[in-house]
Protein backbone atom coordinates (compact mmCIF):
# COMPACT_ATOMS: atom_id res chain seq x y z
CA UNK A 1 0.00 0.00 0.00
CA UNK A 2 1.41 3.52 -0.76
CA UNK A 3 1.77 6.06 1.73
CA UNK A 4 1.01 9.37 -0.36
CA UNK A 5 -0.59 12.48 1.18
CA UNK A 6 -0.39 16.09 -0.06
CA UNK A 7 0.89 18.42 2.15
CA UNK A 8 0.89 22.49 1.71
CA UNK A 9 -1.03 23.06 -0.50
CA UNK A 10 -3.75 25.26 -0.41
CA UNK A 11 -7.16 24.36 -0.42
CA UNK A 12 -9.37 25.56 -3.62
CA UNK A 13 -11.04 29.12 -3.61
CA UNK A 14 -13.23 28.71 -6.00
CA UNK A 15 -16.29 26.41 -5.46
CA UNK A 16 -17.67 24.14 -9.06
CA UNK A 17 -19.76 25.91 -11.46
CA UNK A 18 -21.90 22.56 -10.65
CA UNK A 19 -22.56 23.50 -7.40
CA UNK A 20 -25.81 25.37 -8.36
CA UNK A 21 -28.61 25.43 -6.51
CA UNK A 22 -31.01 24.41 -9.18
CA UNK A 23 -28.94 21.61 -10.41
CA UNK A 24 -28.03 18.32 -8.87
CA UNK A 25 -24.68 18.29 -6.97
CA UNK A 26 -22.02 15.86 -8.48
CA UNK A 27 -21.54 13.07 -6.76
CA UNK A 28 -17.93 11.57 -7.01
CA UNK A 29 -17.36 7.99 -5.54
CA UNK A 30 -13.83 8.24 -4.23
CA UNK A 31 -12.15 4.98 -4.15
CA UNK A 32 -8.73 3.84 -2.13
CA UNK A 33 -8.10 2.36 1.02
CA UNK A 34 -5.46 4.75 2.54
CA UNK A 35 -8.06 6.28 5.06
CA UNK A 36 -5.88 9.46 5.63
CA UNK A 37 -5.68 9.93 2.43
CA UNK A 38 -9.67 9.38 1.80
CA UNK A 39 -10.67 11.85 4.38
CA UNK A 40 -8.02 14.72 3.18
CA UNK A 41 -9.51 14.24 -0.84
CA UNK A 42 -13.21 14.55 0.65
CA UNK A 43 -12.35 17.02 2.65
CA UNK A 44 -11.15 18.92 -0.57
CA UNK A 45 -14.01 17.67 -3.02
CA UNK A 46 -16.47 18.67 -0.61
CA UNK A 47 -15.41 22.32 -0.53
CA UNK A 48 -15.23 22.13 -4.44
CA UNK A 49 -18.88 21.99 -3.79
CA UNK A 50 -19.43 18.15 -4.50
CA UNK A 51 -20.81 15.21 -3.26
CA UNK A 52 -18.34 12.53 -1.94
CA UNK A 53 -18.83 9.14 -1.60
CA UNK A 54 -16.05 6.90 -0.75
CA UNK A 55 -14.98 3.51 -1.11
CA UNK A 56 -11.96 1.22 0.22
CA UNK A 57 -11.80 -1.88 -1.75
CA UNK A 58 -13.13 -2.75 -5.18
CA UNK A 59 -16.17 -4.89 -4.28
CA UNK A 60 -17.68 -1.70 -2.36
CA UNK A 61 -16.45 0.59 -5.48
CA UNK A 62 -18.05 -1.43 -8.20
CA UNK A 63 -21.59 -2.01 -6.07
CA UNK A 64 -21.33 1.78 -5.17
CA UNK A 65 -21.30 2.66 -8.59
CA UNK A 66 -24.04 0.15 -9.86
CA UNK A 67 -26.08 1.20 -6.89
CA UNK A 68 -25.36 5.77 -7.08
CA UNK A 69 -24.69 6.13 -10.64
CA UNK A 70 -22.16 8.78 -9.85
CA UNK A 71 -20.94 11.62 -12.00
CA UNK A 72 -17.19 10.93 -11.87
CA UNK A 73 -15.10 8.48 -9.98
CA UNK A 74 -11.36 8.86 -8.73
CA UNK A 75 -9.94 6.05 -8.42
CA UNK A 76 -6.78 4.41 -7.23
CA UNK A 77 -4.47 1.15 -9.13
CA UNK A 78 -3.84 -0.63 -5.95
CA UNK A 79 -6.91 -2.00 -3.93
CA UNK A 80 -6.86 -4.83 -1.29
CA UNK A 81 -9.21 -7.21 -2.96
CA UNK A 82 -8.58 -6.24 -6.96
CA UNK A 83 -6.84 -4.21 -8.91
CA UNK A 84 -8.53 -0.78 -9.75
CA UNK A 85 -8.14 -2.07 -13.08
CA UNK A 86 -10.66 -4.77 -12.78
CA UNK A 87 -12.71 -2.26 -10.65
CA UNK A 88 -12.99 0.24 -13.75
CA UNK A 89 -13.84 -3.03 -15.98
CA UNK A 90 -16.99 -3.75 -14.16
CA UNK A 91 -17.66 0.01 -13.82
CA UNK A 92 -17.53 0.34 -17.34
CA UNK A 93 -20.32 -2.98 -18.21
CA UNK A 94 -22.63 -0.51 -16.41
CA UNK A 95 -21.72 2.73 -17.43
CA UNK A 96 -19.66 2.80 -20.43
CA UNK A 97 -19.44 6.73 -20.38
CA UNK A 98 -18.38 7.34 -16.82
CA UNK A 99 -15.60 9.19 -16.30
CA UNK A 100 -13.08 7.68 -13.93
CA UNK A 101 -9.61 9.67 -12.82
CA UNK A 102 -7.21 7.04 -11.88
CA UNK A 103 -4.40 7.15 -8.67
CA UNK A 104 -1.30 5.53 -9.48
CA UNK A 105 1.79 5.41 -7.84
CA UNK A 106 3.59 3.50 -11.12
CA UNK A 107 5.05 6.27 -13.67
CA UNK A 108 6.15 4.30 -16.35
CA UNK A 109 4.38 5.03 -19.66
CA UNK A 110 3.18 1.39 -19.78
CA UNK A 111 1.60 1.56 -16.77
CA UNK A 112 -0.32 4.79 -18.07
CA UNK A 113 -1.42 3.23 -21.00
CA UNK A 114 -2.46 0.05 -19.67
CA UNK A 115 -4.86 2.12 -17.23
CA UNK A 116 -6.23 4.44 -20.20
CA UNK A 117 -6.70 1.05 -22.45
CA UNK A 118 -8.87 -0.15 -19.69
CA UNK A 119 -11.01 2.41 -19.78
CA UNK A 120 -9.65 5.84 -17.36
CA UNK A 121 -9.88 9.00 -19.48
CA UNK A 122 -7.18 10.37 -16.90
CA UNK A 123 -4.66 9.61 -14.44
CA UNK A 124 -2.61 11.52 -11.69
CA UNK A 125 0.40 9.87 -10.34
CA UNK A 126 1.88 9.86 -6.76
CA UNK A 127 2.10 12.21 -5.12
CA UNK A 128 -0.36 14.79 -6.61
CA UNK A 129 -1.70 18.20 -5.04
CA UNK A 130 -5.08 18.07 -4.28
CA UNK A 131 -5.10 20.95 -6.48
CA UNK A 132 -4.30 19.23 -9.53
CA UNK A 133 -6.78 16.10 -8.91
CA UNK A 134 -9.50 18.80 -8.68
CA UNK A 135 -8.18 20.81 -11.55
CA UNK A 136 -8.68 17.43 -13.54
CA UNK A 137 -11.77 15.85 -12.22
CA UNK A 138 -13.34 19.71 -13.37
CA UNK A 139 -11.77 18.64 -16.86
CA UNK A 140 -13.25 15.30 -16.93
CA UNK A 141 -17.02 16.61 -15.77
CA UNK A 142 -16.63 19.25 -18.71
CA UNK A 143 -15.96 16.60 -21.14
CA UNK A 144 -18.79 14.47 -19.97
CA UNK A 145 -21.43 16.64 -20.16
CA UNK A 146 -20.54 19.46 -17.77
CA UNK A 147 -20.97 21.88 -20.19
CA UNK A 148 -23.10 21.27 -22.84
CA UNK A 149 -24.24 23.39 -25.54
CA UNK A 150 -27.55 24.71 -26.83
CA UNK A 151 -29.81 21.36 -27.04
CA UNK A 152 -29.99 20.02 -30.50
CA UNK A 153 -26.40 20.87 -31.72
CA UNK A 154 -25.25 18.66 -34.15
CA UNK A 155 -21.96 18.48 -36.23
CA UNK A 156 -21.94 16.52 -39.27
CA UNK A 157 -18.73 15.54 -41.29
CA UNK A 158 -19.04 13.25 -44.49
CA UNK A 159 -21.15 9.96 -42.97
CA UNK A 160 -20.27 10.80 -39.65
CA UNK A 161 -22.64 12.76 -36.97
CA UNK A 162 -22.19 13.83 -33.58
CA UNK A 163 -25.10 15.22 -31.18
CA UNK A 164 -23.66 17.74 -28.73
CA UNK A 165 -26.78 17.48 -26.40
CA UNK A 166 -27.30 14.11 -26.91
CA UNK A 167 -23.34 12.93 -26.83
CA UNK A 168 -25.01 10.62 -29.63
CA UNK A 169 -22.55 9.51 -32.52
CA UNK A 170 -23.77 8.01 -35.55
CA UNK A 171 -21.59 6.88 -38.59
CA UNK A 172 -23.56 6.13 -41.67
CA UNK A 173 -26.74 5.76 -39.53
CA UNK A 174 -24.63 3.18 -37.03
CA UNK A 175 -24.18 4.17 -32.77
CA UNK A 176 -20.77 4.74 -32.43
CA UNK A 177 -20.39 4.23 -28.05
CA UNK A 178 -17.44 6.80 -27.18
CA UNK A 179 -16.03 7.38 -23.92
CA UNK A 180 -16.08 10.95 -22.46
CA UNK A 181 -12.73 11.52 -23.53
CA UNK A 182 -13.14 10.36 -27.19
CA UNK A 183 -16.56 11.75 -27.34
CA UNK A 184 -14.53 15.22 -26.83
CA UNK A 185 -11.83 14.62 -28.98
CA UNK A 186 -14.15 13.60 -32.31
CA UNK A 187 -15.79 16.81 -30.83
CA UNK A 188 -12.81 18.45 -31.16
CA UNK A 189 -12.01 16.93 -34.88
CA UNK A 190 -15.28 17.56 -35.91
CA UNK A 191 -15.34 21.16 -35.49
CA UNK A 192 -12.37 21.54 -37.39
CA UNK A 193 -12.89 19.22 -40.63
CA UNK A 194 -10.23 18.97 -43.05
CA UNK A 195 -7.82 21.35 -40.54
CA UNK A 196 -4.66 19.42 -39.39
CA UNK A 197 -4.12 19.80 -35.56
CA UNK A 198 -1.28 19.31 -33.87
CA UNK A 199 -0.63 17.15 -30.63
CA UNK A 200 0.38 20.00 -28.39
CA UNK A 201 -3.07 21.85 -29.83
CA UNK A 202 -4.85 18.80 -28.79
CA UNK A 203 -3.43 18.37 -25.89
CA UNK A 204 -4.39 21.64 -24.58
CA UNK A 205 -8.02 21.75 -26.07
CA UNK A 206 -9.13 18.25 -24.85
CA UNK A 207 -7.24 17.93 -21.67
CA UNK A 208 -6.82 21.10 -21.13
CA UNK A 209 -4.02 21.31 -19.32
CA UNK A 210 -0.06 20.41 -20.24
CA UNK A 211 0.47 16.73 -20.36
CA UNK A 212 4.33 17.72 -20.34
CA UNK A 213 5.24 16.46 -23.62
CA UNK A 214 3.33 12.89 -23.26
CA UNK A 215 2.08 13.40 -26.74
CA UNK A 216 1.50 9.42 -26.46
CA UNK A 217 -1.68 9.76 -24.66
CA UNK A 218 -3.06 11.74 -28.17
CA UNK A 219 -1.45 8.79 -29.94
CA UNK A 220 -3.06 6.62 -27.94
CA UNK A 221 -6.75 8.06 -27.90
CA UNK A 222 -6.80 8.88 -32.12
CA UNK A 223 -6.16 4.80 -32.11
CA UNK A 224 -9.16 4.29 -29.91
CA UNK A 225 -11.20 6.59 -32.28
CA UNK A 226 -10.31 4.97 -35.75
CA UNK A 227 -11.24 1.35 -34.14
CA UNK A 228 -14.58 2.72 -33.71
CA UNK A 229 -15.29 5.42 -36.56
CA UNK A 230 -13.22 3.81 -39.17
CA UNK A 231 -13.63 0.04 -38.34
CA UNK A 232 -14.47 -1.08 -41.12
CA UNK A 233 -15.15 1.68 -43.24
CA UNK A 234 -13.32 4.30 -45.69
CA UNK A 235 -11.03 6.19 -43.33
CA UNK A 236 -12.05 9.26 -41.83
CA UNK A 237 -9.32 10.47 -39.77
CA UNK A 238 -5.80 10.99 -40.89
CA UNK A 239 -2.50 11.13 -39.54
CA UNK A 240 -0.28 14.26 -41.10
CA UNK A 241 3.47 12.89 -40.16
CA UNK A 242 5.35 15.62 -38.63
CA UNK A 243 2.07 17.62 -38.16
CA UNK A 244 -0.67 15.89 -36.94
CA UNK A 245 -3.94 14.41 -37.70
CA UNK A 246 -6.81 15.37 -39.79
CA UNK A 247 -10.57 14.40 -39.92
CA UNK A 248 -11.93 14.33 -43.44
CA UNK A 249 -15.43 13.17 -45.13
CA UNK A 250 -14.65 9.55 -46.08
Known amino acids: MSRVYATGIPFPTE ?11 VTVLLVDDEAMLTEMM ?11 VTAADGRTA ?16 MLPDMTGLEVLTRMREHQPHLPVLLLTAKATVQDRIAGLTAGGDDYVTKPFSVEEVVLRVRALLRRSGGES ?22 RDGEPVTLTATEFELLRLFMRN ?16 YDFGGRANVVELYVSYL ?11 IHTMRGAGYVLKPA
Open 226 to 236: RKKIDNGRAPM
Open 15 to 25: RSAAHDAERDP
Open 149 to 170: PEPGARLLVGDLMLDEHSREVH
Open 193 to 208: PRRVLSKTHILEQVWS
Open 62 to 77: VAKARELRPDVVILDV
Open 42 to 52: GMVLRFAGWEV
